[in-house]
């Protein structure tokens, strides 16, 4: 009987390392799936974003076109700040007339240097999001590859 106490207490302590990995491991990707959605969000958001900065472009003669852009940052700073549990797919990314930029007799607002310069850090933005899932994703294919 004293090897099945023992057998016992060792299944014991087994199934609470179990429990205790388990319940790790389930923090663990939930945690990795909130990154997940947040840098698919990002590259969603910008995708949008170089849309919006194409249009500008192709409008750019356009009389009394007024440039649009993308509110994303904002609304996730937002949700960020509200301290709850995060839901991305509730964060969309929106666009918007800022109408801050100097208007031409056109009444156009589009100016190609800012929209240059806009695509060049867009795509730098879309490049770290696109590269952070990347290598999000090879570690979570090392991790079931490891034996």
Do not use: C, H
Request: proline share 2%; aromatic share 10%.
């Amino acid at each position: 009987m004293a090897g099945f106490e023992y057998l016992a207490r060792l299944l014991l302590i087994f199934l609470n390392q179990t429990k205790f990995v388990r319940q790790i491991w389930e923090t663990e990707m939930s945690r990795t799936s909130n990154i997940i959605d947040f840098l698919e969000a990002g590259i969603k958001a910008e995708s949008l974003r170089q849309k919006a900065i194409a249009n500008n472009i192709a409008n750019l003669e356009t009389p009394g076109y007024r440039r649009i852009d993308v509110k994303f940052r904002e609304l996730l700073a937002k949700a960020l700040d509200s301290r709850g549990d995060i839901d991305l797919s509730e964060i969309e990314a929106q666009i918007y007339q800022p109408k801050k930029t100097p208007v031409k007799s056109n009444g156009n607002d589009v100016n190609l240097e800012s929209e240059v310069g806009e695509m060049v850090k867009n795509t730098l933005r879309y490049k770290t999001y696109f590269r952070l899932l990347q290598k999000k994703y090879r570690k979570m294919e090392f991790a079931i590859n490891t034996k």
